[in-house]
């Protein structure tokens, strides 16, 4: 069985596919993916022996610039992405079975396994980006704010914006390929029986009609890394410090000490995650400590919380090891949903408005410390799985017979 993977952003679009991937192999799979081709995806993939084939430009690139890109540069973006595409994934397809793509970005790939007659699965790591009366759907960046608020209209207008986006480009492509028009867009990307790579603990499906959700669990990998020795001498020297970090996001430094100057006023020692932001400390006191790259498995489970962006792998991670959470999150993609699941469940707090400030931080870090916070995320961690990359792969192959 051969098995092509697709995705396009940051590593939390990634990584999860790497775990797949993995999975895939495991049960025998030959398994090369399309992603975008910043050097720590190269890096990634070629530790764990599936090839990369890179597809449009880098994404740290884009998400380290001083500003947010306008909407005319975003959708400039979106149309050049899919014709690389159309450009790419043809070739890297040939020979594989099933052709397997998590994200909206992928338009292109339902109609490029359609030419090529192999199987196609779309998964989302989120309930939030599938259609649903249960919930609006994400914000999308670039596209104008709705002017309602009832759900079922809210998908109605994110379908037609889809298809204002990427509808004549995509038809234009498939007329190539001799295939017919598609009149919804996003419902031909997602098909009637997507998959869903999230957590039914802590992200579980509604059932809705119309679509066949098969939720999986979310895709991850046991990390066996250990932590650094300068690291581990920060957490031994005293109290579990608060975990602060917004991974690949754009974070501004503002947040960061905002979060280290309301800690410190509770009497709590902060850690921070540079991530693709850069963050660092505030001054060189011995209470706070700043961190690259690490095992956040091992190391979730050496804090007392984590305040991070709301992306899905970050949430998944800190609720498996059992810690209340602070969700800051960016107004984005699943980013509030999981915003929303953390507080719904009891497991921390979740912040709202632009930016937040050293005062919203404090009453957070007060309610996601509180015992009875720290005691719900530590049951809900009993709950988490981790078998759902091994699951997906299964269910796949055992499609391809």
């Known amino acids: 069985m051969r098995v092509l993977l697709s995705t396009y952003g940051t590593r939390g679009d990634v990584e999860p596919l790497v775990a797949l991937a993995v999975r895939l192999r495991e049960f025998g799979a030959e398994v090369r993916m399309c992603a975008p ?12 022996g599936v090839q990369l084939v890179p597809v449009g430009p880098p994404v740290r690139a884009l998400m380290r610039g001083a500003t947010v890109p306008s909407a005319a540069d975003l959708a400039r973006y979106r149309a050049e992405l899919v014709d690389a595409q159309f450009e790419i994934l043809p070739a890297a397809v040939d020979g594989c079975d ?4 998590a994200g909206l970005a992928q338009i292109a790939a339902r109609s490029v396994a359609e030419a090529a007659g192999v199987r196609y699965v779309y998964a989302s790591y989120a309930a939030v980006h599938l259609p649903s009366p249960y919930h609006a759907p994400p914000p999308r960046p670039g596209w104008p704010e709705p002017g309602v608020e009832d759900n079922r209209a809210l998908w109605e207008l994110d379908a037609r914006n889809v298809n204002a986006q990427f ?21 031909h990307v997602f098909t009637d029986q997507p998959w869903l790579a999230a957590d039914p603990a802590l992200g579980p499906w509604r059932e809705t009609p119309g679509l066949d959700v098969i939720q999986t669990g979310a895709w991850s990998l046991a990390d066996e890394r250990p932590l650094p020795a300068d690291l581990v001498a920060f957490l031994e020297s005293g109290a579990p410090p608060v975990y602060v970090g917004f991974g690949s996001m754009t974070a501004s430094q503002d947040i960061a000490r905002g979060a280290i100057e309301a800690l410190r006023a509770q009497g709590h020692r902060a850690l921070v995650s540079r991530g693709w932001a850069e963050l660092g400390l505030v001054d060189e006191r011995d209470d706070c400590f700043a961190v690259g790259e690490v095992n956040q498995q091992r190391l979730f489970g050496e804090v007392a919380a984590v305040v991070h962006h709301g992306g899905a792998g970050t949430t998944v991670t800190a609720a498996r090891a059992g810690v209340p959470q602070v969700v800051a999150p960016a107004r984005m993609s699943d980013n509030p949903y999981w915003a929303g699941r953390v507080a719904d469940l009891g497991i921390g707090a979740a912040l709202d408005g632009p930016a937040p400030t ?4 404090g009453v957070a870090f007060r309610t996601a ?21 091994a699951v997906a792969a299964k269910l796949l192959l055992d499609a391809l017979g």
């Open 369 to 389: 410390l509180a015992p009875e916070a720290r005691a719900r995320a530590a049951a809900l961690g009993t709950e988490i799985r981790t078998d759902g990359a």
């Open 98 to 101: 099933a052709l397997v793509v």
């Open 167 to 187: 509808g004549e480009a995509l038809n234009g492509h498939r007329a190539l390929l001799g295939l017919p028009p598609v009149d919804d867009v996003r419902d």
């Open 358 to 361: 050293v005062e919203s931080l």
């Open 37 to 48: 081709p910043d050097e720590e995806f190269v890096e990634r993939l070629a530790g764990v």
